[in-house]
């Protein structure tokens, strides 16, 4: 079965300091993994898109991900937060293994950015 | 463009009541995904539609649970008898094809059950 898992809840930084949210995967092949975010009361954005074209994959707003196959990883960073990074972040994989392509969720992670 | 609509926003019910949610996916999108997202928790697969074909509904937790896309376009999940454990907010998504394609997200419609 593929899962993720998202492993920190709550992160904090301060603005203008780099952002590390970290997410690790379950997969018996190749994953398709992704990293949304969702702002309060509007809908999941794609932020990037991992599909084994490339492990380091640049995303919207200075957002990038590497896929590290050998720790199972897929951690977000940006270099330097902005006050309106401020949001809840879910890694997802894609289950192929069903047919239906269903995406499967973290349990997110809120990011904080402080002044 | 047009993205994902999904109404009503928010929808409050008594316990007992039944529920309708609806959803417009992105126009010529071939796959409708709903969503259940508790309180705190990320988003859960309930069910799959490739055109008008519900083709996995592996996630309804219960018989109360109904989805149906008649013509391929406009979804509706409708939630019989709710209970308050439905509270949460349910998203719909839709995606080109078949297959590993971007999910587009709707906003969202938030069920409370009082």
């Known amino acids: 079965a593929q899962s993720v898992t998202q492993l920190d809840s709550h992160v904090s930084v301060s603005e203008g300091t780099p952002v590390l949210l970290r997410c690790n995967y379950s997969?018996?092949?190749?994953?398709?993994l992704f990293w949304y975010v969702q702002h309060p009361n509007k809908g999941l954005q794609l932020l990037l898109k991992?599909?084994?074209?490339?492990?380091l994959v640049k995303g919207i707003n200075g957002f990038e991900a590497e896929f590290k196959k050998s720790e199972t990883s897929f951690h977000l960073t940006k270099p330097s937060a902005h006050m309106s990074d401020a949001a809840e972040y879910f890694c997802?994989?894609?289950?192929?293994?069903?047919?239906?392509?269903?995406?499967?969720f973290g349990t997110g992670t809120r990011l904080k950015v402080l002044a | 463009g047009a993205g994902v609509s999904q109404s009503p926003r928010y929808k409050v019910a008594k316990r007992g009541q039944d529920v309708a949610l609806r959803c417009d996916p992105i126009?010529?999108?071939?796959?409708l995904f709903w969503y259940q997202q508790a309180l705190g928790q990320g988003p859960e697969f309930l069910t799959y539609?490739?055109?008008?074909?519900?083709?996995?509904k592996s996630g309804l937790p219960s018989d109360r649970f109904f989805a149906e896309r008649p013509e391929g376009s406009v979804s509706t999940l409708k939630i019989q008898r709710t209970q308050q454990e439905d509270s949460a907010v349910y998203l719909c998504?839709?995606?080109?094809?078949?297959?590993?394609?971007?999910?587009?997200f709707g906003p969202g419609t938030r069920l409370t059950v009082t």
């Open positions: 539609f490739q055109n008008e074909a519900q083709l996995d």
């Open positions: 998504a839709s995606s080109l094809e078949r297959g590993d394609y971007e999910q587009y």
């Open positions: 997802v994989v894609s289950d192929g293994s069903s047919g239906t392509y269903k995406y499967i």
């Open positions: 126009s010529g999108h071939v796959s």
């Open positions: 997969s018996s092949y190749s994953p398709s």
């Open positions: 991992y599909t084994s074209a490339a492990t």
